[in-house]
C-alpha cells in the first residue's frame, strides 16, 4: 500500500513539473521581444543572422566578434539608413565576396536543389528502413 502511494506521489510531481513547463511555454509565446523595435532595426537584426562571416568558420556576422564582422554591420547599418533593400545588400555582399557569404542558398536554380536534397535522403532512409523492417518480421514469422 505504502509502494503504490509512493508511486502516486512520484507521477504526481512528474504532472507538477510537466504543468510548469507547458504554462511557461504557453506564456513565452505571447512574449515579443522585437515589440520595441523599429522597422530598419528588425531588418538589421534579420540581415546580420543571414550573413555569414568571410573569415570565420561557420559563423554568421551576428555570432563574431571579428573586425571584418563589425566593419560588415556598420555596413549593414549604414545602407539600411541609405534607403536600400535587404535584395540589393544582399547582391551587393555577394557581388564583392561570393555566394558564400550568405548563411543559406537561395531557394531557385541550384540552391533549390540543395534544399531539396536532404528531404530526398530523408524519404530514401525511411523507405530502406521500412523495407528491411518488414524483411526481418517476415523472416522471424517463418523461423
Same mark, same amino acid.
Given at each position: 500500500?505504502?509502494?503504490?502511494?509512493?508511486?502516486?506521489?512520484?507521477?504526481?510531481?512528474?504532472?507538477?513539473? *510537466?504543468?510548469?513547463?507547458?504554462?511557461?511555454?504557453?506564456?513565452?509565446? !505571447?512574449?515579443?521581444?522585437?515589440?520595441?523595435?523599429?522597422?530598419?532595426?528588425?531588418?538589421?537584426?534579420?540581415?546580420? #543572422?543571414?550573413?555569414?562571416?568571410?573569415?570565420?568558420?561557420?559563423?554568421?556576422?551576428?555570432?563574431?566578434? #571579428?573586425?571584418?564582422?563589425?566593419?560588415?554591420?556598420? !555596413?549593414?547599418?549604414?545602407?539600411?539608413?541609405?534607403?536600400?533593400?535587404?535584395?540589393?545588400?544582399?547582391? !551587393?555582399?555577394?557581388?564583392?565576396?561570393?555566394?558564400?557569404?550568405?548563411? #543559406?542558398?537561395?531557394?531557385? *536554380?541550384?540552391?533549390?536543389?540543395?534544399?531539396?536534397?536532404?528531404?530526398?535522403?530523408?524519404?530514401?532512409?525511411?523507405? #530502406?528502413? !521500412?523495407?528491411?523492417?518488414?524483411?526481418?518480421?517476415?523472416?522471424?514469422?517463418?523461423?
Amino acid at each position: 500500500m505504502k509502494k503504490q502511494l509512493k508511486s502516486i506521489n512520484y507521477y504526481r510531481s512528474y504532472y507538477l513539473i *510537466g504543468s510548469l513547463v507547458l504554462c511557461m511555454t504557453m506564456l513565452s509565446c !505571447f512574449y515579443d521581444k522585437q515589440s520595441d523595435l523599429t522597422h530598419n532595426e528588425i531588418r538589421y537584426l534579420e540581415l546580420e #543572422t543571414k550573413i555569414k562571416c568571410p573569415i570565420c568558420p561557420a559563423e554568421t556576422i551576428a555570432e563574431s566578434n #571579428t573586425k571584418i564582422s563589425q566593419d560588415l554591420k556598420d !555596413f549593414i547599418k549604414n545602407k539600411i539608413n541609405d534607403g536600400w533593400t535587404d535584395e540589393q545588400i544582399k547582391s !551587393f555582399l555577394v557581388s564583392k565576396y561570393g555566394i558564400e557569404i550568405l548563411a #543559406t542558398p537561395d531557394k531557385k *536554380g541550384i540552391g533549390l536543389f540543395l534544399w531539396i536534397i536532404p528531404i530526398i535522403i530523408l524519404i530514401i532512409a525511411s523507405l #530502406t528502413y !521500412f523495407i528491411l523492417y518488414s524483411n526481418i518480421r517476415v523472416k522471424k514469422r517463418i523461423i
